[in-house]
């Protein structure tokens, strides 16, 4: 989710069919719509839900340094290394020593103190400043990295970080839907987690319970943030995209699509230079050095920018109209943050996680987040979006089935709302 990212961290992020198949047995959705006085959700089952009056008390906000969403869960990093998570919790994703679901951030079991973070569909994983990394959460694919896997089952899962294996000194994660990949100060990358479609970066042919070396023929600066079964990461030498993993949209961006797997890098097509990457379930989004956004890959949603819904092999001019100093990339919409902290979006609108002030439909060009405030980062999930203010307030809007917008509730929410102070 993708997160789902990450920042040199993949938060995953990811395509439509999977909100079914991502949680259909957490409740009914509620699609908020927002007046000056009042905030009403009315829910697909008929129920109508009042916020309340935007007179009342506001809660204390959440202050962060990070916030990272996977497909129905957030989590954040505060300025001590402490990390929170909030949203479904059915998997123990959440790291609080439960598989309760919570509606504001929650800490994360144990006291070790985290640099980064990163969230998968329903896992997370965390590096330390050591470099030390540990995972919670879902392990069905082996992506917590123990040495062990449930293959389907939830006995491997694990409510609380353990700790990957290899003692391999990583700088930075990013998680894809159920595998995660890491870079150490060499630009080496590791990958561990699910591999049907190649996105380990290496011919192992099947799944990894623990750090292999992944695309290594590659000394890579940076690895992408997001993505579903595909992985990308710039060289240290140019900043050349490179791309592993499912291709069936077009995502790997070498001009060509293919059901086949993988597992080999391919260069992005086009000869543009990238200074980062951002990757949603089926699509990949890039920043070049004057800031200008590029796309390519599934587009069914409007989430490439490029005021059209036409699937693109190789990149293609986003939001033409804007520069950027950051994006994200959540499961079909596409968000990005300028130099003076505006935030804009794309793409699937259905549940408000454009952050417009509406929901339903899709936009295929760029609409500004509306209520002003100024973000430093942005992480999208698969049906919300959450960013991290200027200062350091954090804020979430779109879905909220299981409260994974983290203002204590289960509203919708079509505007950026702040998370709820712990």
Request: hydrophobic letters at 35%.
């Amino acid at each position: 989710m993708r997160g789902w990212g990450y920042k040199s961290v993949i938060s995953v992020s990811i395509y439509a069919m999977a909100a079914t198949a991502c949680g259909g047995d957490d409740g009914d959705d509620a699609t908020a719509v927002t007046t000056p006085s009042t905030t009403v959700a009315v829910a697909t089952t008929s129920a109508v839900t009042t916020a309340g009056p935007t007179t009342s008390r506001q809660p204390d906000p959440f202050v962060a340094e990070q916030v990272v969403a996977g497909d129905q869960h957030v989590c954040a990093l505060t300025s001590d290394g402490t990390a929170y998570c909030w949203g479904y919790n059915r998997m123990g994703q959440l790291g609080d020593g439960s598989n309760t679901d919570r509606k504001v951030p929650t800490p994360v079991a144990g006291s070790t103190k985290f640099a980064r973070l990163a969230a998968g569909r329903y896992f997370t994983c965390g590096v330390t400043s050591a470099g030390a990394t540990l995972c919670w959460g879902d392990n069905s694919s082996g992506q917590l990295g123990n040495g062990a896997t449930g293959a389907g089952a939830d006995t491997a899962n694990k409510n609380a970080p353990v700790p990957v294996q290899g003692n391999i000194a990583l700088q930075s994660i990013v998680t894809g839907q159920n595998h995660v990949c890491g870079l150490t100060a060499a630009g080496a990358a590791y990958c561990w987690g699910s591999y049907p479609s190649g996105q380990l970066g290496n011919a192992s042919g099947q799944d990894q319970t623990a750090p292999g070396r992944s695309a290594a023929a590659l000394t890579l600066k940076s690895l992408a943030l997001g993505g579903d079964n595909h992985a990308c990461g710039l060289t240290t030498a140019d900043g050349t995209a490179w791309c592993w993993g499912n291709n069936t949209f077009g995502q790997l961006g070498d001009g060509k699509k293919s059901n086949a797997a993988q597992n080999q890098p391919s260069t992005v097509t086009g000869g543009l230079k990238f200074t980062t990457l951002a990757l949603g379930r089926t699509h990949t989004c890039g920043l070049i050095a004057d800031g200008s956004a590029y796309c390519w890959g599934s587009n069914a949603q409007g989430q490439l920018g490029d005021g059209t819904v036409a699937e693109r092999l190789a990149p293609v001019k986003a939001a033409p109209a804007l520069k950027f100093a950051s994006l994200t990339a959540g499961d079909s919409q596409t968000c990005g943050v300028t130099a003076d902290g505006a935030a804009h979006c794309w793409g699937n609108n259905a549940t408000g996680q454009l952050g417009s002030g509406t929901s339903g439909g899709q936009q295929t060009a760029a609409v500004a987040v509306t209520g002003g405030v100024k973000f430093a980062s942005l992480s999208g999930g698969e049906e919300f979006t959450c960013g991290v203010a200027t200062d350091r307030t954090v804020y979430c809007w779109g879905s909220n089935r299981v409260g994974w917008l983290g203002d204590g509730t289960d509203v919708a929410r079509t505007a950026p709302t702040k998370v709820k102070k712990p």
